[in-house]
């Protein structure tokens, strides 16, 4: 008879990477099941136990709450997702909320770049072009920027192009 290995909450802790405070709350919440426990009333974890905990984790990046993770901790990861239409376009909802973050954060460091190749110091934020960099934005292209991230760059960078040296 194989016994199946388990884990302690500290074991469990650091294999999740959640603090043993918040594998508790999470119990509490009935985010996660109740935890089986020793005579001694210590709590055991089971490797399932451990893979819904990175769900839970792997949810939580996503940016779905608490308490709208409880349906997809409910179905078995070989269901039917025809089943489970709500659950899909929650899915793809969040989906494009994290690649809309992408995109802004991809500006950001574009603006970063930008700001590095000038050689401006930080808080230095004026119209003027150095001398030949207008004509080096001309040269290259990188993806448009919205009107209110757009008035953060300075006039060369309103281009909507980069420089060489930064593609």
Known sequence: MITEQTFTIKQTAELTGLSEDTIRYYEKINLLPQADRKDNGHRVYHQKDINTIWLIVCLKKTGISLEAMKPFLKVSADADPTEHLELVEELRSQRDNIVSQISSLQQIVDF???????????????????????????????????????????????????PNAIK
């Open 112 to 162: 970063i770049d930008i700001k590095l190749e000038e050689g401006r110091p930080r808080g230095e934020c004026s119209d003027q072009t150095p001398d030949g960099v207008l004509e080096e934005f001309k040269e290259t292209k990188t993806k448009p920027i919205s009107v209110v991230e757009m008035s953060y760059f300075s006039a060369s960078a309103k281009t909507g192009k980069l």
